[in-house]
């Protein structure tokens, strides 16, 4: 069955401060799709990346990284000199393919609460 | 600014009232969902359509019912709702007919039932 753990409730940090939030996820099938999503207090889920199963190749986005890790079943998220408008809840998701009979649909975790303070 | 937009935010009713829900996406996607995010709980799928014809339904009550007129709209009707349903509803689209593609959300419609 599929399952993603975000282990860390929340934390806090000082701005400038990097932080990692950690992703692990179970999964019987061998093509599946990884998903992190942000949502600010204003309530909206914002899209931030999407992995496909075959692609380790770790990513870089501006202040934002993300490590794809297969053989610990780990994408986790790391934010480098975090600032205030960081603080949000993120979501770390999995999809299956649909190839595999499964629906495809987003199983999400329980999410990482980030405060950054001044 | 979001593609997706849901109205009302903000919604109280009564357990005998009956309201909608409304999400539109100008975004041109085929697919569109309802998902409902309680406190400490992860997010649950409630239904998805796809191109006006619902493909997933989780066993969401019969008090929830969903309707989606044409691939730019879709309603969550509520009927005789009980307290626990007190949740923040979001919709979400998606491109194309795949449910791995990657689903866009709206602002979500914040739900107190008294």
């Known amino acids: 069955a599929q399952k993603v753990t975000q282990a860390q409730t929340e934390i806090s940090v000082v701005e400038k401060e990097d932080v990692t939030l950690d992703c692990v996820y179970e999964t019987r099938d061998t093509t599946y799709y990884l998903f992190w999503y942000k949502q600010p207090p204003s309530g909206e889920l914002v899209f931030l990346i999407r992995r496909n199963s075959f692609d380790e190749q770790n990513e870089i986005s501006g202040r934002y990284s993300w490590n794809f890790q297969k053989s610990t079943s780990s994408f986790n998220f790391t934010i480098t000199a975090s600032q205030v408008v960081d603080s949000a809840v993120y979501f770390c998701?999995?999809?299956?393919?649909?190839?595999?009979?499964?629906?495809?649909?987003?199983?999400f975790g329980q999410g990482t609460t980030l405060q950054v303070k001044p | 600014e979001t593609g997706v937009t849901q109205t009302p935010r903000h919604l109280v009713m009564g357990m005998t009232n009956k309201k909608s829900l409304k999400c539109e996406q100008h975004?041109?996607?085929?697919?569109m969902y309802w998902y409902k995010q309680s406190a400490k709980k992860p997010l649950e799928l409630m239904f998805v359509?796809?191109?006006?014809?619902?493909?997933e339904n989780n066993s969401v009550p019969s008090r929830f019912s969903p309707e989606c007129p044409n691939s730019s709209h879709l309603f969550l009707h509520l009927h005789t709702l009980q307290p626990e349903d007190s949740a923040l509803y979001l919709c979400a689209s998606s491109p194309g007919q795949l449910l791995t593609d990657t689903q866009y959300f709206g602002p979500g419609t914040r739900l107190t039932v008294l």
């Open positions: 359509y796809s191109l006006e014809e619902r493909v």
């Open positions: 998701a999995l999809s299956e393919h649909e190839w595999s009979g499964n629906t495809g649909k987003l199983i």
């Open positions: 975004l041109g996607h085929n697919a």
